[in-house]
Each structure stands twice: as structure tokens, then as C-alpha cells.
């Protein structure tokens, strides 16, 4: 592909968390409220996951 | 009191254990994998299957934007078949990408490592997509 879409790491991961989200959210849980409630906490986790995997990494390089 | 309990238990058992066997309950998640949420939406799970169908087909279209990999079925490295297995998982859009060539470029920079994950992962998504659709057919879900 020659215009190849440009993510930075973060947006990446983020929108990964996003639609994974979504599809855990979706499946795993019976009612609407549960499966927004599930998908809410995944995304969440994903999230706060990212951000310490982040400072986990930038502790040990430096 | 003890035997007539297990009396009952054995007699609820073998009706909780049985899945029934409809049409639905095998086209639902054929179709739900050849085609992201196509089989929530033929069971008239409108919003659901339109979230599964966007979530799915974007984190492919988004992979293969980012120049990630589509692997083969054939290419001798076990690590690549077992990207394979979570490629065809996406159905219908891992046939699109081998019919057009799509994801077959070199990966030169680690955002397109991103892409070919986000392609495998897209693929086990749709599985699980497909299974939900699979446990609505069969009743175990509504």
C-alpha cells in the first residue's frame, strides 16, 4: 500500500481497546445494560493495562 | 427425601443438556463468519449485529491500512499458521484480502506490526461474534 495509515502506538492501542470492547461487551453478557457495563469496564481496563504496561517499559529502559 | 431429589435432578438433566437442532442454529454462524454480524442480523439482533459487522470490518480495514500481514495457510512456520488460524477467522474479509492481495507487503516499520494483529485479532472477534450468534439460535441467549 503506498499512502499507509499512520498511527501513533497510543491511538493504536486505543482503538484496539475500543473495538475489542465492543465485541467482548457484546458477547460475553446477556442484557443491553450488562453488555454496556461490560464493555465499559474492558475498555477501561485496556486503558489503565496500556498505561501501566507503558510505565512498566519507560522504568525498565531506563 | 435425598432419592427424590436425585430423582428430579436426573429427570431436569438430560432436557437442560439438549440443544436443539434447528436450521438457524447452523446458518446463523456460518453466516455471522463469512460475513462480520450478519448472523445477529438475521436473527433480528439489528443493533448488536450492526456493532459486530462495524467493530470486525473496521479493525480489518484498519490492519490492512496500517500494511499489516495476511498470512497464508501454507507457509511452513508455525507461528504463521497459527496467524493463519486467526485470519480466517474474519471469513469473508480474509477471502477479500486474498482475492485483491491485500496485506502482502514487507513490514518495514512497527505501526504495521500493529496492523497484523489487529487483522489476527479481528479474525478471533468474528469467532466469538459467531459463536454469540450461534448461542441466540439455540436459545441459550436472547
Known sequence: M????QLSHF?????????ASIVFGITQRNTQREMLRYGAQCFGWFVIGMYLAGWLMRLLHH | MEKT????LSEKQPAAAAVPFTAMSVIAPALGWLIPGAGHLIQKRWGRGLL???S???MFA????MDGKVYKPNSGDLLDMLGFVGNI???????LSQALEWGRTAI?????????KYIVVSGLLNVMAAVDAYHIAIGRKK
Request: glycine share 12%; hydrophobic share 65%; aromatic share 12%.
Open chain 2, 108 to 116: 518495514t516499520y512497527a505501526v504495521a506490526d500493529y496492523g497484523t
Open chain 2, 56 to 58: 470486525v470490518t473496521a
Open chain 2, 52 to 54: 459486530l459487522m462495524a
Open chain 2, 62 to 65: 484498519i490492519g490492512i491500512a
Open chain 1, 2 to 5: 503506498i499512502l499507509a495509515l
Open chain 2, 89 to 95: 477467522g474474519a471469513g469473508g474479509l480474509y477471502l
Open chain 1, 11 to 19: 491511538s493504536a492501542a486505543v482503538i484496539f481497546a475500543l473495538f
Open chain 2, 5 to 8: 431429589e436425585t430423582t428430579a
